[in-house]
């Protein structure tokens, strides 16, 4: 299992792929960090809850990391190297595995990477602007903590998805249309749904004050059994698939 | 000695296509077997089967006597390549290796000898991206060979390689033979691998046509004659009569089986049927391949 592990964590290094995502994931974080930070009224930035929000940003590396988890599995179908990774490990069980394992490293590097920059450079523009940190302790941890578990999760979220939709393409735009169309539809239309779903339950975990969403343990809670039920169906529909 | 790999009845049905019927044969430690078809005729598939890809709808197969999943380790028994172009093309070729090494718990060292191996140690770290068909195929080869398999199991391999790159493919897998390994290679080519291998194994539409060794096979193709006529109907009627065989070789000629031109000749003139063509064919393994691969269409 280990060897597999390190095997997949290879797979990641190995290409430029999820260095691009890593670049294009701290270009967003900085730009929607920066920019709102610098640009919105000080009355809009001071309290709590409009700091969390805008301290809130780095949880965007959940998509990222989905992403890299989706490549993990649908790269390998595209360019056909789930052959020899089948042959050298005839367990698909044990490299799903080691695949949400690795998919989940990636995402917690994503999360800390995102999360840890956002807080530094909004705390940085703030104090610059002379508007008082409204946040304790606790709420950077929350933020900190939130971002980087659940973009974990959502690196294995991303590993069960491309189990379940092999195609590359097909699988990144559901992730897509999934996270900014769907879901946003469903919570505005019914909150009392939409707040289980994993995007909310995530925004959840970071504290983030919008109204209906769960409390933060449970908002996690959520979002791991959301990562459990994907992936018990990607693991079972990989199983059974013939690799063609 | 044990059979290294024995196929049981293989059958895969896709919907209404059967590209697999009832396939059952034995491979013997030690030999160079050419698995041999038309594209089309089940060849991968059958391979796939053997590997643990796909599930056969029934039947099963074993590798040195279990399903190859229940293999321990397959990668150090068995090395096995079924497209050449199974890399992801922003990865080096020895990260490709390495990403298989690693997953089986291998030294990394091991990924260098077998580069080295296949001649391709200039271009480890380069990306697949810039490599030729060629090196591809010699790449696949490598990652074949990290576990340092007693059995070798190739799909195509000569495909799209350059007549020096063949020459280099047989050479290598003579002299990996020639240790009392076992190779299984597949090709729709028959002279591709003529000069390699000792056994052949034919199939067409998905079931087995011929299992024999290359010299039997060889030995078939000195009594074939090709009989051109303008009434080759009548002809192919007045040989069967003598007990001749017959297929079809174009519209206007055929192929009489195991006889001598002399015969046939006497044959069409007692039958007064005009003859504008009758030749001894050469040791021509190409067509008895063909040859044995149409004759199941009928």
Same mark, same amino acid.
């Given at each position: 299992?280990?060897?597999?592990?390190?095997?997949?964590?290879?797979?990641?290094?190995?290409?430029?792929?999820?260095?691009?995502?890593? &670049?294009?994931?701290? /270009?967003?974080?900085?730009?929607?960090?920066?920019?709102?930070?610098?640009?919105?009224?000080?009355?809009?930035?001071?309290?709590?809850?409009?700091?969390?929000? &805008?301290?809130?940003? %780095?949880?965007?590396?959940?998509?990222?990391?989905?992403?890299?988890?989706?490549?993990? *599995?649908?790269?390998?179908?595209? #360019?056909?190297?789930?052959?020899? !990774? #089948?042959?050298?490990?005839?367990?698909?069980?044990?490299?799903?595995?080691?695949?949400?394992?690795?998919?989940?490293?990636?995402?917690?590097?994503?999360?800390?990477?995102?999360?840890?920059?956002?807080?530094?450079? $909004?705390?940085?523009?703030?104090?610059?602007?002379?508007?008082?940190?409204?946040?304790?302790?606790?709420?950077?941890?929350?933020?900190?903590?939130?971002?980087?578990?659940?973009? /974990? &999760?959502? %690196?294995?979220?991303?590993?069960?998805?491309?189990?379940?939709?092999?195609?590359?393409?097909?699988?990144?735009?559901?992730?897509?249309?999934?996270?900014?169309?769907?879901?946003?539809?469903?919570?505005?239309?019914?909150?009392?749904?939409?707040?289980?779903?994993?995007?909310?339950?995530? $925004?959840?975990?970071?504290?983030?004050?919008?109204?209906?969403?769960?409390?933060?343990?449970?908002?996690?809670?959520?979002?791991?059994?959301?990562?459990?039920?994907?992936?018990?169906?990607?693991?079972?529909?990989?199983?059974?698939?013939?690799?063609? | 000695?044990?059979?290294?790999?024995?196929?049981?009845?293989?059958?895969?049905?896709? %919907?209404?296509?059967?590209?697999?019927?009832?396939?059952?044969?034995?491979?013997?430690?030690?030999?160079?077997?050419?698995?041999?078809?038309?594209?089309?005729?089940?060849?991968?598939?059958?391979?796939?089967?053997?590997?643990?890809?796909?599930?056969?709808?029934?039947?099963?197969?074993?590798?040195?006597?279990?399903?190859?999943?229940?293999?321990?380790?397959?990668?150090?028994?068995?090395? /096995?390549?079924?497209?050449?172009? $199974?890399?992801?093309?922003?990865?080096?070729?020895? $990260?490709?290796?390495? !990403?298989?090494?690693?997953?089986?718990?291998?030294?990394?060292?091991?990924?260098?000898?077998?580069?080295?191996?296949?001649?391709?140690?200039?271009?480890?770290?380069?990306?697949?991206?810039?490599? =030729?068909?060629?090196?591809?195929?010699? @790449?696949?080869?490598?990652?074949?060979?990290?576990?340092?398999?007693?059995?070798?199991?190739?799909?195509?391999?000569?495909?799209?390689?350059?007549?020096?790159?063949?020459?280099?493919?047989?050479?290598?897998?003579?002299?990996?033979?020639?240790?009392?390994?076992?190779? #299984?290679?597949?090709?729709?080519?028959?002279?591709?691998?003529?000069?390699?291998?000792?056994?052949?194994?034919?199939?067409?539409?998905?079931?087995?046509?011929?299992?024999?060794?290359?010299?039997?096979?060889?030995?078939?193709?000195?009594?074939? *004659?090709?009989?051109?006529?303008?009434?080759? =109907?009548?002809?192919?009627?007045? @040989?069967?009569?003598?007990?001749?065989?017959?297929?079809?070789?174009?519209?206007?000629?055929?192929?009489?089986?195991?006889?001598?031109?002399?015969?046939?000749?006497?044959?069409? #003139?007692?039958? %007064?049927?005009?003859?504008?063509?009758?030749?001894?064919?050469?040791?021509?393994?190409?067509?008895?391949?063909?040859?044995?691969?149409?004759?199941?269409?009928?």
């Amino acid at each position: 299992m280990i060897s597999q592990i390190k095997a997949e964590v290879l797979k990641i290094r190995s290409t430029r792929t999820t260095l691009g995502l890593l &670049l294009g994931m701290i /270009a967003f974080a900085l730009l929607f960090s920066i920019l709102p930070g610098l640009l919105s009224h000080a009355a809009q930035l001071t309290g709590k809850d409009n700091q969390v929000n &805008l301290l809130g940003i %780095g949880a965007i590396s959940g998509i990222f990391a989905a992403l890299a988890g989706i490549m993990l *599995v649908a790269s390998e179908y595209r #360019f056909g190297t789930i052959r020899p !990774t #089948f042959l050298f490990s005839p367990n698909r069980g044990r490299v799903f595995a080691s695949k949400v394992v690795a998919g989940m490293l990636a995402g917690f590097v994503f999360g800390v990477v995102a999360e840890g920059l956002s807080i530094l450079v $909004d705390f940085i523009i703030l104090r610059a602007r002379g508007i008082s940190i409204a946040l304790s302790g606790g709420d950077f941890a929350l933020l900190l903590v939130g971002a980087l578990v659940g973009a /974990a &999760l959502w %690196g294995a979220i991303g590993v069960g998805l491309g189990a379940i939709v092999p195609n590359q393409v097909a699988a990144i735009i559901l992730l897509l249309a999934w996270g900014f169309v769907v879901e946003n539809l469903v919570f505005g239309l019914l909150p009392s749904v939409g707040r289980y779903l994993p995007v909310h339950a995530q $925004d959840s975990m970071i504290g983030l004050s919008t109204p209906h969403l769960l409390a933060a343990g449970l908002g996690a809670v959520v979002l791991l059994a959301w990562t459990a039920g994907l992936g018990v169906i990607g693991l079972s529909l990989l199983r059974r698939r013939d690799v063609n | 000695m044990d059979p290294v790999v024995e196929s049981y009845g293989l059958t895969k049905r896709y %919907g209404t296509v059967l590209a697999v019927d009832n396939l059952s044969f034995k491979l013997a430690p030690g030999t160079i077997t050419a698995f041999l078809g038309p594209n089309g005729a089940g060849k991968t598939t059958t391979l796939r089967m053997l590997l643990g890809l796909a599930r056969p709808t029934s039947g099963h197969a074993t590798i040195f006597g279990r399903p190859y999943v229940k293999l321990e380790k397959p990668a150090t028994r068995v090395g /096995a390549v079924l497209e050449a172009t $199974d890399f992801h093309p922003g990865r080096s070729g020895r $990260d490709h290796l390495l !990403t298989l090494s690693r997953s089986v718990g291998l030294p990394d060292s091991r990924a260098n000898e077998v580069m080295e191996l296949v001649e391709l140690e200039e271009s480890a770290k380069r990306r697949v991206k810039g490599y =030729s068909l060629g090196m591809r195929q010699r @790449l696949g080869l490598a990652s074949a060979l990290l576990g340092d398999p007693d059995l070798l199991i190739l799909d195509e391999p000569a495909n799209g390689l350059d007549p020096e790159g063949v020459r280099w493919l047989r050479d290598f897998l003579r002299s990996y033979a020639s240790r009392g390994r076992t190779v #299984f290679v597949s090709s729709h080519v028959l002279a591709e691998v003529a000069q390699t291998v000792d056994q052949v194994l034919i199939i067409n539409h998905g079931r087995l046509v011929t299992e024999s060794s290359l010299q039997d096979l060889t030995s078939r193709v000195g009594d074939l *004659v090709r009989v051109r006529s303008p009434r080759l =109907s009548e002809l192919a009627e007045a @040989l069967n009569r003598e007990g001749i065989k017959t297929t079809a070789s174009n519209d206007h000629s055929l192929l009489a089986h195991d006889t001598t031109s002399e015969r046939v000749g006497n044959i069409c #003139f007692s039958a %007064g049927i005009p003859l504008h063509e009758l030749v001894r064919e050469g040791s021509s393994l190409e067509e008895v391949f063909l040859e044995l691969t149409s004759e199941v269409e009928k």
